[in-house]
C-alpha cells in the first residue's frame, strides 16, 4: 500500500501536471470503485483542478464548485500518465480522467477491487476520511510521545495505527524501527525517555530521507514504480538477506496477510522474534537465538544416521 513518501510524491507530481487544468471527462471501468452515490462522478465534468492533499493514505482532488474527489489505492491500486484519450486496455484498469493533454488513469493489480473513490461536495464533509493519527513530520517531541503512549502497544501496531499516527504503514514501520534499533514488539509504554526520542528523530529521518530519494528517482515525471518493497530498504522486504549495518540476516513474522521484518542483532539483542504459526507447530523447540536457528536448520537439511 503507497504509504506517506509514495502518497507525497503523488501529490507534487499531480500537482505539477493538473493543477488549474480542467477535468474534461472521467470514464469509468469499474462501477465497484465508486463508494459515494451524492454527487455523482459526473458533477466533476468541466471543473477545473484547484489544488491535491493528503488525508493519512489516502489522495485527495480539489476542484471547483467545492467538489471533492478522495482516493484510497489500498494495496494494489497505483496512478499512471497516459496519452490524451487512452483506451484504459486490459482487465485492470478502473477510471480514467481526461485532461486537455493527457489522461490519468488508475488501475489496481489482482482479483480483489479494494481501491475506492468518494466524490464529496464541501471540504467539511472531508473530516470523515481523517483516522486523527498525528501528522509526524513536523510534529513536536510532546505530540509525538503523546501520540505514542496513548495505548499500551507494541511499537510495529502502533506505528501502523492511523488513529494514532498517519500515513506509516507496514513497509515504513519496517524501517523505522530499524533506524532506531528498536524491536518491534516492545511496548510503547515500556519505552525510556531516550528510546522515544530515537524513534521520533528514526521516524522523521526515514520519512524525510525516502520523500527526497523519491522525489529525485521521479524527477520532472511521473511514479510510475510505486512498491513497497525496494532494494535500497533496510529490513523490510529483505528476509535472509544481510543486514547493511551489521550483516545479520534480516528476519521475519508473518501474521494475517502481513509480515514484519528486523534485525535479530541490531533490534532485539540477537532473539528471534516467535512467529505465530511456526510457534505453536514448534513449540518448546522454537530457536530462541541465531545460533539455534542455525543449528535447527542444519538439523533439519542433514541425512538422518543410518540405524
Known sequence: MPELPDVAIYIERLSALFSGQ????????????VRSFEPPLSEVHGERVIG?????????????????LVFH????GRFHLKEKGDKLAGKHSLLGLDFAERTLALTEAGSKRRASLHVVRGAENLDE??????????????????????????LKRALTDPRLFSGIGNAYSDEILHAARLSPIKLT???????????QLATEEVLSAWIARLRLEVGAGFPEKVTAFRPEMAVHGRFQKPCPVCGTPVQRISYAANELNYCPNCQTNGKLLADRGLSRLLKGDWPKSLEELEEYKAARSSPKESR
Not at 480542467?22 to 470503485?33: C, G, I, Q, W
Not at 491535491?52 to 480539489?62: L, N, S
Not at 483516522?131 to 507494541?154: D, Y
Open 52 to 68: 491535491f492533499r493528503r488525508i493519512g493514505k489516502r489522495i485527495v482532488f480539489e476542484l471547483s464548485n467545492d467538489l471533492f
Open 22 to 33: 480542467v477535468l474534461e471527462r472521467t470514464r469509468l471501468k469499474s462501477p465497484f470503485l
Open 129 to 154: 476520511f481523517s483516522r486523527g493519527g498525528l501528522e509526524v513530520l513536523g510534529a513536536s517531541r510532546g505530540e509525538f510521545q503523546q501520540a505514542l503512549l496513548l495505548e499500551n502497544r507494541t
Open 73 to 76: 489505492l489500498m494495496i494494489a
Open 189 to 199: 509504554r515500556s519505552l525510556t525517555e531516550t528510546e522515544i526520542t530515537a524513534l
